[in-house]
């Protein structure tokens, strides 16, 4: 296996966690190398094959699914856009 498809889903995994203001989340690099060679042809990974990498699923999860706070930052478009915008809180 080489690296870009390792990096790709690390770039994939990078913004999920951005959308999601997660401040911290471990990464199972096996899996995560597992997850790159089943997502090479250039599929996207949903939110949930993601979720499967993390070994701290459980509250990079319970994050995801919180209310929106005014202190947290939201991306308005999809994670994978090529367009991503950052919405910040109106005061």
Known sequence: MTWG?????????????QQYAIPVAFID???LAE???EFELELQPT???LLTAIVNREDVESL???PVSTDRV???SSIFSAESRLCSPSY
């Open 5 to 17: 498809p390792i990096v790709s889903m690390l770039k994939s995994m990078e913004k999920m966690l």
């Open 74 to 76: 939201v991306d308005c």
């Open 35 to 37: 997850l790159a060679l």
């Open 64 to 66: 995801i699914n919180a």
């Open 29 to 31: 690099g096996d899996k």
């Open 47 to 49: 939110v949930n094959d």
